[in-house]
C-alpha cells in the first residue's frame, strides 16, 4: 500500500471539513441563531450616530453548537423607531477580520431589529415582520436576506444585572444585496415609480398593498431602496414592515398623506401599468396563495394564537379581492396612481 495515501486521505477529509465547515453562512440557515449582548442603551442613544459607532461585542452559537465572541460596533439607525421605542433598531458593524472563516462570513454589516417594546407580547410584532420579509421572498427575487435571533440581553443601564430574552432579526446590508445582483444602491436620487422596471414594481405594489402598507416612497426612497441592474433598469428593494396593517403594533400610525383612518385599512399607492401584466402579476400571487399560508404556518409557534388567525384573516382578505374580477378592478386597477 502507498504510504502517502492515508496521509492524503487525512488532507482531503480535512479540506472537506473545512470546506463544509464555511459553507454555512449566516443567511443559509432558518434556525432560530442564539446570540448575546451587552450593552448600554442609554449609551447607545447619546453617544452614536449615522457615523458613529460604539465598541461592544456579540457572542452566538456556531453550527457546531460552540460559543464564539465577535468584536462589533453598534449605532442607532431608523427614524420612528429610534425616537420611540425602547429598544432601537441597530446598526451592526464587525471589526475588520472579525467576519472571516466564520458564520457572519461576507456579513460584516447588519441591521438589527429589537422589538419596540420590553412589554410581554412585544416578540410577537417582530415575528410578524419578520414574516413579512419572508412573504415577499415569496413574489419577488428582489429582497433581502433576513434571519430571526434569540437575544440573551443584558442592558448595563439595569442596575440589577438581569438579562432579557428577546427575539429579534438580522437584515443583509444594502451592498450585499446589490452584489449579489451586480447591481448598486443608488442613493440621494429621487426616482419616480413610473421609472422602475414594470414587473418588478407590480409585484412590489401588490404585495404592499397585501400587508396593508401605506408607509412607503419610491421617489423619497422612504422604506424602498432603489437597486439598479444596468443602464435601464432600476427596481425596488422594500423593507420596514412594521407600520402595517399586517403586523399592526400598538404604536402603528397612518401618514396624513394617505386618505386612511387605520394602517389595517388598505389602499393601493402602485402606479398604474399595462393592464395584462397587472392580470399576470395577480395570477402569480393567487398561485401562490397556499405558499404564503405556509410560511405563515412554519412561524405560528412563535405568535401567540390569536394573533395567527388575525393574520390569516388579514391574507384572506387581500386574496379575495384578487378572486374577485369586480372588486380588483375597484381596489387596483381603478385606484392605481397616474402622477406623483
Known amino acids: 500500500m502507498n504510504k502517502f495515501l492515508p496521509c492524503l486521505c487525512t488532507i482531503v477529509f480535512l479540506s472537506f471539513s473545512v470546506f463544509a465547515q ?3 453562512l449566516l443567511f443559509d440557515s432558518e434556525e432560530i441563531l442564539e446570540i448575546n449582548m451587552k450593552f448600554s442603551i442609554k449609551k447607545l442613544r447619546a453617544e452614536t450616530n449615522d457615523s458613529t459607532f460604539m465598541d461592544s461585542f456579540l457572542v452566538y452559537k456556531n453550527p457546531e453548537g460552540k460559543l464564539d465572541t465577535l468584536d462589533v460596533g453598534l449605532r442607532v439607525r431608523g427614524n420612528f423607531r429610534k425616537e420611540n ?13 472579525e467576519g472571516k472563516g466564520n458564520l457572519f462570513d461576507g456579513s460584516r454589516n447588519l441591521k438589527m431589529v429589537f422589538p419596540c417594546s420590553n412589554n410581554k407580547n412585544a ?8 414574516l413579512c420579509y419572508q412573504l415577499y421572498e415569496e413574489v419577488s427575487k428582489y429582497t433581502f436576506n433576513t434571519r430571526l435571533i434569540q437575544i440573551t440581553f443584558e442592558n448595563e443601564d439595569d442596575k440589577k444585572g438581569e438579562s432579557e430574552q428577546l427575539l429579534g432579526f438580522l437584515i443583509e446590508d444594502d451592498d450585499k444585496v446589490a452584489d449579489r445582483f451586480d447591481g448598486e444602491i ?9 421609472f422602475l422596471e414594470d414587473s418588478a414594481a407590480v ?4 404585495f404592499q398593498y397585501m ?20 443602464n435601464k433598469t432600476v427596481v425596488p428593494l422594500a423593507y420596514d414592515f412594521d407600520m402595517t396593517g399586517m403586523v399592526s403594533p400598538p404604536y402603528a400610525q397612518v401618514s396624513n398623506l394617505v386618505d386612511i383612518e387605520s394602517v389595517s385599512e388598505r389602499l393601493y399607492r402602485g402606479y398604474c401599468r399595462d393592464e395584462q401584466l397587472m392580470n399576470a402579476i395577480r395570477s402569480e400571487f393567487l398561485m401562490k396563495e ?10 405560528k ?14 391574507m384572506k382578505g387581500f386574496f379575495d379581492i384578487l378572486q374577485d374580477d369586480k372588486r380588483f378592478e375597484f381596489n387596483i386597477l381603478s385606484a392605481c396612481r397616474t402622477t406623483n
Open 22 to 24: 464555511q459553507e454555512e
Open 85 to 97: 421605542c425602547y429598544y432601537p433598531p441597530i446598526r451592526l458593524r464587525l471589526k475588520k477580520k
Open 123 to 130: 416578540d410577537s410584532y417582530v415575528v410578524k415582520e419578520f
Open 186 to 194: 443608488l442613493e440621494n436620487i429621487k426616482i419616480a415609480g413610473t
Open 203 to 206: 409585484r412590489h405594489d401588490l
Open 211 to 230: 400587508i396593508g402598507n401605506t408607509d412607503w416612497s419610491s421617489l423619497y426612497q422612504h422604506n424602498v431602496k432603489i437597486l439598479k441592474l444596468d
Open 290 to 299: 397556499s405558499i404564503m399560508y405556509a410560511e405563515l404556518e412554519d412561524l
Open 301 to 314: 409557534h412563535l405568535v401567540p394564537e390569536r394573533e395567527v388567525k388575525y393574520m390569516a384573516n388579514y
